[in-house]
């Protein structure tokens, strides 16, 4: 299952920094997954209380901030988000490339 | 009702997996080893390629890590055209990770050349994984249809070549190249497209110069 090691690492980053932090358990995991990073966040969800069973992130809740992926005009500069078969810019009609927004996947904080 | 307490972390999920990756480039480069990650979906042609690509390099050795969830139908087929071949098994996972990688590497006991690390067959996933590669090969077949640059971005975004494969079946499919073009060069400005086939064995020449030029770097 493609969601199983990487919510793994999830939880093995989050109990590190709480044992780093002497906390006995972890209440809240604050992450930032993009849209592009190749993980859907609900698979995420749905598998991590079976995932955090035993560790300090059991009991904790997971809050995923979503990040939707935009492309940036390389004619206005505009970021916009993209249609369906298209790259082209809804300000002035050029050409959009790719950036690295909606490509995020990381832990911003957890609570403790 | 107490207050939680907020730790930052800010540390990517993929930190393990990267760290490994770059380990694995480090030693790679120090032994003279150029490394390939060739992706592309289920019969695009990738086993394909690197058969054309192995028997036209001539003063260069070549190695293959050969990735597939199950069998080793393509690594028999590769050493017996007298190519070190290692073949891993995933036996699930629908992308190649760096420990993976790792381990096979040595396995192989690889010294100077060019490794070709063939990726699990998936248009989606092993474009965000970096397994220690010098660079990203997409194998894309006409027969995929024009529209997979605007379906799957990321793995044309980040491919350094891409083989366009079959082109001795366009007399016979709608292949709409300038669409396909459109969208390949919105999200990628450098990867020359290379028009192959693997069947008349024309189109190759472009891509080994490419692959020497990047070994010369």
């Known amino acids: 299952m493609h969601e199983y090691p990487i919510t793994k690492r999830i939880i093995e980053i989050a109990d590190e920094y709480a044992i780093k932090n002497n906390a006995k358990e972890v209440k809240r995991i604050n992450l930032v997954v993009g849209d592009y990073c190749g993980y859907v966040s609900s698979s995420i969800e749905l598998y991590f209380d079976i995932i955090a069973e035993g560790s300090l992130c059991q009991k904790a809740t997971l809050n995923i901030e979503r990040v939707k992926p935009m492309l940036k005009c390389t004619s206005c500069n505009t970021l916009f988000e993209r249609q369906a078969f298209s790259f082209t810019c809804p300000v002035c009609g050029g050409d959009g490339a790719p950036t690295d927004i909606g490509k995020e996947f990381y832990i911003k904080s957890i609570e403790v | ?217």
């Open chain 2, 1 to 217: 009702m107490s207050e939680n307490n907020e730790i930052e972390v800010m540390q990517s999920v993929y930190d393990k997996n990267d760290e490994v990756a770059s380990k694995i480039n480090a030693e790679l480069t120090k032994k003279g080893i150029y490394a390939i990650n060739v992706m592309g979906a289920p019969g695009a042609g990738k086993t394909s390629t690197l058969i054309q690509i192995t028997k036209r390099l001539k003063s260069i050795t070549p190695y293959v890590i050969e990735g597939d969830i199950e069998a080793d139908f393509d690594t028999k087929t590769l050493l017996s055209l007298g190519v070190k071949t290692i073949q891993i098994n995933t036996n699930g996972a629908c992308h190649l990770d760096s420990p993976l990688i790792d381990k096979a590497v040595n396995d192989l006991n690889v010294d100077s050349g060019v490794l070709f690390i063939e990726n699990i067959g998936n248009l989606v996933c092993p474009a965000e994984f970096m397994i220690g590669e010098h660079a990203k090969m997409l194998i894309s077949p006409v027969t995929e249809g024009s529209d997979k640059p605007y379906k799957y971005p990321l793995a044309f975004e980040k491919a350094d070549i891409i083989i366009l494969n079959k082109c001795d079946l366009i007399p016979y499919i709608d292949f709409d190249e300038e669409f396909f073009m459109k969208g390949v060069r919105a999200l990628n400005k450098t990867a020359p497209v290379i028009k192959v086939s693997c069947k008349t064995e024309e189109g190759f020449d472009e891509v080994i110069s490419w692959i020497m030029e990047k070994i010369q770097k």
